[in-house]
């Protein structure tokens, strides 16, 4: 697919907005980590690692894309090299537990609760992960990658269900004062969640150039949403308890 | 040997995943490492050493890989630029006696046997990587390469007897609730060892780029576990061992 300068831009940066993010939130959750009692560090001692990860992703992300594109008369005309969507899926493989661990270590679980809720949010977003894959690699108007989402889905539902209650459940738990933040946590996560297959799907509804546009927008959208957004209320639920508790 | 896309893209993203794990153990590790208390901090040390060290060869053998390969009519075909299998072998070669030296350290034993115990662990590791590397060089079919494999075995079988024993006469030792740790521990070690001649002796197999594929992700997932994963338990066996001291 054949690419206006326009559009060739509008992803590139994008992209490179995304690769500036991580990078300032890598340093930041760095810095405000050790401002808060050993206790409560965990939570952003995860959101570190998720901003490295991402980082170095989107910096292969970002070379994949001026890879697969060359300026040929004004347009930006596909090089041969295939952009590789596989960054993104290994990147969610390694930041979605670590991202799920982070919002267990708020919900006021004994760690023998946590254990059990982190391993089954592990195992149920590795298979929506790996059963995306193939269907975000097959042709867009394939019945295949309407298939794999649909499997997909199933995982991506009970996950979002389990999340769900397993927040309202902590609710009660929480000091006073971190409710609202609790809400704001969960539609948070239910939003930038909710991106991710809008932006495998559009494609779909708009075709060709504007198609990868939107679905590169989209995902790089949802994860800054969904990785320093997300991990910056966490630490503020983090801060709060540690307050409460002094 | 020509690998075909999917061949190809697995060794590719497989590699660029561990690439990123790694990254992660690393912040992690020093992240985690200040909250033991400074006695407790060794193992750590030595984790976060063996994260730098693999991440700068994982980076050296992707670019190797990418390096061999490039794309004529759909298929990668070898450039001709050897991929260098050396990488993992002086990768091991630091990091094996880095990995034992961290298990030595939660093996509760004094200082002079710790020394004694590390200077044959040592030596027997560098004879089984230093024995394995001539085999793995030579072709898949040789005696060559069997005869390299066996002389290495030797050291290989060596290990995992003393390894074994050390880990059993320390089970008295450890504080109470330390044990099943231990044998977690132990089976990991195991698990990822016996990875290893696995993935070497597969191409012996399943010939041809399938069997540069499997050895690739096999050394992959067993580097995944004896490193990153292998240190985040013996790191929680040192917390444990701190809480109990406390
Ligand atoms: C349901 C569904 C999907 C959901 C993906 C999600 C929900 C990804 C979340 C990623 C996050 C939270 C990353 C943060 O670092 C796919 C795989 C696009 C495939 C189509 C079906
Ligand atoms: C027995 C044997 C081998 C064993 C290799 C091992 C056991 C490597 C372990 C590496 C580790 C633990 C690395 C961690 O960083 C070789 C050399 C493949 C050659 C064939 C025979």
Sequence with gaps: TILSLNQYNIVYNVLSFVIATMLAG???FLLIRSSLPAKHRNALTLGTLVMAIADYHYFRIFNSFTAAYHIVGGKYVPTGIPFNEA????????????????LVTVLELTPKESKVLISK???????MIALGYPGQISPVHSTARTLW????SVFFVYILYVLFVEIQKSLDKQPEGVRPLMFTLRALLLLSWGFYPIAYILPSFVGGATGIVVSQVGYSIADVVAKPLFTYFVYKVSKLKAEVEE
Excluded: H, N
């Design 121 to 127: 949010l592990v195992v149920a977003s590795s298979l």
């Design 149 to 152: 989402a649909a499997a997909s």
């Design 87 to 102: 960054y993104r899926y290994v990147d969610w493989l390694l930041t979605v537990p670590l991202l799920l661990a982070e």
């Design 26 to 28: 890598f340093i930041g």
